[in-house]
């Protein structure tokens, strides 16, 4: 329980970080691509999970669950950045 607290509160903590502004245009540009890169890698990750979750049955399905996870965050990476 403690450790879920934990990693959301320093989850919060760094979204809220990340969406405050930057002193200049370049910090602000460079944020903002961080940004995109990181939703399209956590997008991809979910999409690839969610289709590898539909194959496979008992150890199988888990194992197409993580491989569809681990390409689609790197398909969604190549894709926002």
């Known amino acids: 329980m403690r450790l879920k607290l934990l990693i959301l509160f320093l989850g919060g903590a ?3 970080a990340a969406c405050g502004p930057a002193p200049t245009p370049q910090q602000q540009a460079a944020r ?14 979910l999409i690839g999970g969610a289709l590898g979750n539909q194959f496979g049955g ?24």
Do not use: F, N, P, W
């Open 58 to 81: 008992g150890s199988g399905k888990a194992i197409l669950t993580a491989a569809g996870a681990a390409a689609g965050g790197v398909s969604g990476q190549r894709y926002a950045c």
């Open 14 to 16: 760094s979204t809220l």
């Open 32 to 45: 903002q691509h961080e940004i995109a890169c990181l939703s399209g890698t956590l997008g991809g990750a």
